[in-house]
């Protein structure tokens, strides 16, 4: 990626790989599950403009090493406190994507951040169908009940068959590290820390997002004393890269509001 130095840091005993470049303010972006931090690339280009950015490969994904334990959220927060500790940043703007949207919401419920921006967000603990409950637990009582019928080794076979027909795209290509990691974060409801959140708050969303709905927005938009939002028609749970021209103007329009808005 142009205009950006790649380093790395130890954090809690992780790896963490981040790319870094330009002056200024620092802006820290986080990207989504799956992901590593060439998918904000949009962003840290509209970052750099006027700022510093760090643009973090979270832990489990790109070059960052995995957690040494299932972390949850709680975990991952603390990774983001110590790496803006170990950095000296402050007076930062914080952008989290997805899975990093969640990190960004617990961490500025607890500490001071000048603008935050959550696009295409997790953090509102989903609806689950019947259907979803019922393809756990049947799972979770085979895991229980193969082995005694059919022997560990032709068990760990069908447990493996039935993982694969029915879990998540994600779920099925983690390690088995990160499945755990991921098991623990999409249960975590962090409602509770909005209300908390004191930075002025930009949504950027889109209303054809699957994984975190158009609700999901509404309700952080509800519960954030300072929030607004911007919705794109047609646009997914990668809003930006649907449409990156608008996202990038709301972004650029968002932390540097003085300055000419005008789109890419």
């Keep these: 990626m142009q205009n950006s130095i790649e380093k790395d840091i130890n954090i809690n005993g992780v790896n963490v790989h981040y790319r870094t470049g330009g002056s200024g303010a620092p802006v820290i972006l986080m990207h989504g599950w799956g992901c590593d931090s060439s998918t904000l690339s949009l962003f840290q280009r509209v970052a750099m403009e006027h700022n510093s950015f760090y643009n973090i490969d979270l832990p489990g994904f790109g070059k960052s090493g995995e957690p040494p ?131 002025p708050t930009q949504l950027i969303w889109g209303e054809n997002d699957t994984a975190t709905p158009m609700r999901d927005a509404k309700i952080m938009l509800k519960l954030i004393p300072d929030a607004g939002l911007v919705s794109f028609p047609g646009a997914g749970h990668f809003s930006f890269v649907d449409n990156p021209y608008q996202s990038a103007a709301v972004f650029r329009r968002f932390i540097y509001p003085t300055l000419n808005n005008s789109a890419e």
């Design 69 to 199: 334990t299932p972390w949850g959220i709680e975990e991952y927060t603390a990774m983001l406190e110590e790496f803006v500790k170990a950095l000296g940043l402050s007076n930062i703007i914080l952008l989290g994507h997805s899975f990093g949207g969640r990190i960004a919401i617990l961490y500025s419920s607890r500490n001071p951040v000048r603008k935050l921006v959550l696009v295409d967000a997790a953090g509102v603990k989903p609806k689950r169908s019947l259907d979803y409950y019922f393809k756990v637990y049947s799972y979770k009582l085979a895991k229980w009940l193969y082995p005694t019928i059919v022997g560990k080794e032709k068990a760990e076979e069908m447990i493996e068959n039935m993982r694969s027909r029915r879990g998540s795209y994600d779920y099925v290509n983690c390690s088995p590290m990160m499945r755990q990691v991921m098991v623990k974060v999409v249960n975590t409801d962090l409602r509770h820390a909005m209300p908390r959140i004191k930075a």
